[in-house]
Structure formats: C-alpha cells, structure tokens
C-alpha cells in the first residue's frame, strides 16, 4: 500500500514563503503523475499543480510564477515551493500519486497566510 506523507505546513505572513514536501513508501518514478491540491473551508478540492512523466509540470493560474513544483526522485519526494503568499491560499494542502489509474493521497498539511 502506497503511503504519502505531507510535511512542511505552518503559518506565514502574507508576501512570505513555505516549501512543503511528499514523502512516498515506493519510487515515485512508478507513478504516471503527482500533484499538490488543496482545500480551502467551504471550497472544493482544487488542484495546485502537477508533475508527470518527462518532468512535465503544470500550475493553477493562481499559484503560475509564485509556486515551484519539483522532485526527488533519490529521495522519493515531491516538493512545492510556494512564494510571495497571499491569505487567499490558506488551505489544507494534499499530495497526490495516481498508477496505473489508482488515485493515492496523503493525510494532508495546513497552510495558513495572514495578512
């Protein structure tokens, strides 16, 4: 069973940064993509950003410029690097693996930004 463990979460003022990461059970080179969500009170799931296979990475127009989606691979973790932050990106923020079309998730990392 693939276990996805977030870490790095904390408060923040706004315009400051905070690098979270993903630490995975198995070789994260095994799955076909992964991705940062997040989910804000009374909002939905939304998706961050994404890496997928050739190292190919995509970001929500709202986080495009400020966050940084990597990788470890020697390390079997995935970062986001999350700059100049505003109070509109408060959120639990989630990682996430999908193989072979199995979605797997982590617990989840609180993200607050205060103005």
């Known amino acids: 069973q693939v276990q996805l463990v977030e870490s790095g979460g904390g408060s923040v003022q706004a315009g400051g940064s905070l690098r979270i990461s993903c630490a995975s059970s198995?070789?994260?080179?095994?799955?076909?993509?992964m991705g940062w969500y997040r989910q804000a009170p009374g909002k939905q799931r939304e998706l961050v950003a994404g890496i997928f296979s050739g190292n190919i990475r995509n970001y929500a127009d709202s986080v495009k410029g400020r966050f940084t989606i990597s990788r470890d691979i020697a390390k079997n973790t995935m970062y986001l690097q999350m700059n100049s932050l505003k109070p509109e990106d408060t959120a639990v923020y989630y990682c996430?693996?999908?193989?072979?079309?199995?979605?797997?998730w982590g617990q989840g990392t609180q993200v607050n930004v205060s103005s």
């Open positions: 996430n693996a999908v193989r072979h079309g199995t979605d797997y």
């Open positions: 198995e070789n994260i080179f095994t799955f076909n993509v």
